[in-house]
């Protein structure tokens, strides 16, 4: 069966900072993966996704993402961060042909001045 | 474009009163997912439809849950009766079968069961 962890719960990090979460996965085949943002009181918005091709992938708002098969991760990062990137971020993996995914536990990222 | 659209936004109810939430998908999804968040547990996927036919329900816990999928543009989840342990945010997310694992997230329901 198809997993996700993401091993921090709670990262603070500074503005202005680099920051990068973490993601693992567990998946027999090649895997779609995913990040969403979930900023407070909102629902996920999709920051970017990996089918295939290019292991780095671009998304929205500044963020990059690099999956590596050899350690199964899927790693999101972002060179400089903004007080409005204050929020929480999930990882997640296609789980089925009908458009299931498999959501990490979140980690929740403070922004401090 | 309209995105997800949910109602209603908030709500507050008393133990062993009915429940319903409600979902209007993106026009021309036709996959849609209901999912609830709690502090204790997370995002869990309660239901799913695929041309509003119910394609994995294993998430619902128990069987005061119930979802329907009338048409291609609205869906429910009816929890009756409510619990206090039902209390938790709900969402509705909905996807097309040109990019199926590309959800669209509504806003979400607050339920509070007093």
């Known amino acids: 069966a198809q997993s996700v962890t993401q091993p921090d719960i709670h990262i603070t990090v500074s503005e202005g900072a680099s920051l990068e979460l973490r993601c693992n996965y567990s998946?027999?085949?090649?895997?779609?993966l995913f990040w969403y943002v979930q900023s407070p009181g909102q629902g996920l918005q999709l920051l970017l996704k990996y089918f295939s091709g290019d292991t780095l992938v671009q998304g929205i708002k500044g963020f990059e993402a690099e999956f590596k098969r050899s350690q199964s991760s899927f790693n999101l990062r972002k060179p400089s961060v903004h007080w409005s990137d204050a929020a929480e971020y999930f990882c997640?993996?296609?789980?089925?042909?009908?458009?299931?995914?498999?959501f990490g536990a979140g980690t929740q990222v403070v922004v401090t001045p | 474009d309209a995105g997800v659209i949910q109602s209603p936004r908030h709500e507050v109810t008393e133990m062993g009163q009915e429940v319903t939430l409600r979902c209007k998908p993106i026009s021309g999804h036709n996959s849609l997912f209901w999912y609830r968040q709690t502090m204790m547990r997370g995002l869990e996927l309660l239901i799913y439809f695929n041309n509003n036919v119910p394609i994995d329900d294993s998430g619902m816990p128990e069987d005061r849950f119930s979802a329907k999928m009338p048409n291609a543009s609205f869906s429910t989840l009816k929890i009756q009766p409510s619990e206090p342990r039902d209390s938790a945010v709900y969402f509705c997310?909905?996807?097309?079968?040109?990019?199926?694992?590309?959800?669209?997230f509504g806003p979400g329901t607050r339920l509070l069961v007093l």
């Open positions: 997310a909905s996807s097309f079968s040109g990019d199926q694992e590309t959800q669209y």
């Open positions: 997640a993996v296609g789980a089925d042909s009908w458009g299931k995914l498999q």
């Open positions: 998946y027999g085949a090649t895997p779609y």
